[in-house]
């Protein structure tokens, strides 16, 4: 069903120019960024692990910066205490970009076949969004002075215990944590003087076989973008032209209904894909990691941040910056709206050639 509408939507064939400017992001260190979260062990939300991975990035991040200014989003599921870890750079500007990354792994394999009730590691799922986060923080950060906006390194919990073949945690929801974010979101910037231009959400980024898909809850001229600077880098089989179109909850939905422009950058994890049939299993480990895949991603995020945001290339690029537009309808608003429409229209035919004859009677009973 939801195939078939798709067909008739325009597909992404943004064409832009980047920026000429030397790209630092390096997958080695993403990739070891990865390992260093698979050592901490399962980031399973109320466990000693999950805090010691919080306590992982604040360490990385006061690395770069000793004073690199964080918060911490304390909040609770069913009594189990959970923790977003937000990073700010550059405060001093108004335009903030999110870029996130859940950093909770499943607590259930539930789509193993084997084993469905052992944790998932999470190599992919989690801790490759997180480390690409690292890095690129860790870039921007050295040029930091040259960028027009605040970014926002945001590291989720809880996003990923719902159900799917069996429950992650028993009862719970996806995306707790970006929901309980954007509740709270008004503790974390001011509004009089500050603005959220859009929000990139990273979620298994580094698995083999990189294929992104055209994810449709995203705003599309924000997706479109990401999509059209990826392949203007080369990264065609990763940003493909006929992407798979497919809506997906993530933890971006929460920001789409808070009315910021955001985009998911995910792969079609279900069906058991070939290209990454690892999905919620006990094979979402290591051996599965690619550092092409880390080094896509990462480039074309680092390219659109220097594309929008970098000195006064902002001037000359043409982007679709501030990405209002969303061309993108899901299948269900998508025929109620052709409902309505076949509806009013049909009903304005009747009236009118309803009116239309008696006005034509009038006109005789006059002539008579
Ligand atoms: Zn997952």
């Avoid at 790209?23 to 990865?34: G, K, T, V, W």
């Avoid at 159900?163 to 309980?180: K, M, N, R, T, V």
């Avoid at 009013?344 to 006059?366: A, D, F, P, R």
Wanted: charged share 20%; net charge negative.
């Amino acid at each position: 069903m939801s195939s078939i509408v798709y067909m008739y939507l325009p597909s992404n064939n943004l064409n832009i120019e980047n920026y000429d400017i030397e790209l630092q992001f390096n997958s080695d260190n993403a990739y070891s960024y990865i390992e260093d979260q698979l050592d901490i062990g399962y980031r399973i939300p109320g466990t000693q692990e999950r805090v010691n991975c919080a306590n992982y990035f604040i360490n990385k991040f006061l690395e770069i910066d000793s004073n690199f200014t964080y918060v911490l989003h304390n909040f609770t599921v069913y009594s189990t205490e959970c923790q977003n870890v937000l990073f700010k750079l550059n405060e001093n500007r108004s335009n903030i970009v999110i870029l996130g990354a859940h950093y909770d792994s499943r607590a259930r394999a539930t789509k193993d076949l084997v084993n469905k009730s052992a944790q998932v590691p999470g190599a992919n799922d989690g801790a490759s969004g997180c480390a690409v986060l690292i890095e690129i923080a860790t870039i921007l950060y050295m040029i930091k002075q040259n960028l027009s906006c605040q970014i926002w390194f945001l590291f989720f919990d809880a996003e990923d215990q719902g159900y799917d073949e069996g429950p992650g945690i028993l009862g719970w929801d996806w995306c707790e944590g970006s929901q309980a974010f954007v509740s709270d979101i008004h503790y974390f910037y001011d509004s009089e003087t500050e603005n959220f231009d859009c929000m990139i959400l990273l979620d298994m980024v580094g698995g083999e076989n990189l294929q992104f898909i055209n994810e449709q809850h995203s705003t599309s001229s924000l997706l479109d973008e990401l999509f059209a600077i990826g392949r203007e880098l080369g990264y065609i089989s990763e940003f493909p032209i006929n992407a798979i179109r497919e809506d997906i909850i993530d933890d971006h939905l929460a920001f789409i209904n808070f009315g910021i422009p955001s985009a998911d950058l995910i792969i079609k994890f279900w069906d058991r894909n070939p290209d990454w049939p690892h999905h919620h299993t006990t094979q979402d480990n290591i051996s599965y990691i690619s550092k092409e895949s880390l080094k896509a991603t990462g480039d074309t995020v680092e390219q659109f941040i220097y594309n929008n945001y970098f000195a006064d290339v902002n001037d000359t690029y043409t982007g679709n910056y501030p990405w209002s537009v969303d061309k993108n309808m899901l299948n269900l608003d998508l025929l109620i709206s052709i409902i309505i429409i076949v509806a009013v229209v049909g009903i304005s035919t009747i009236l009118y050639l309803y009116k239309h004859q008696n006005s034509e009677k009038e006109v005789e009973l006059l002539k008579g």
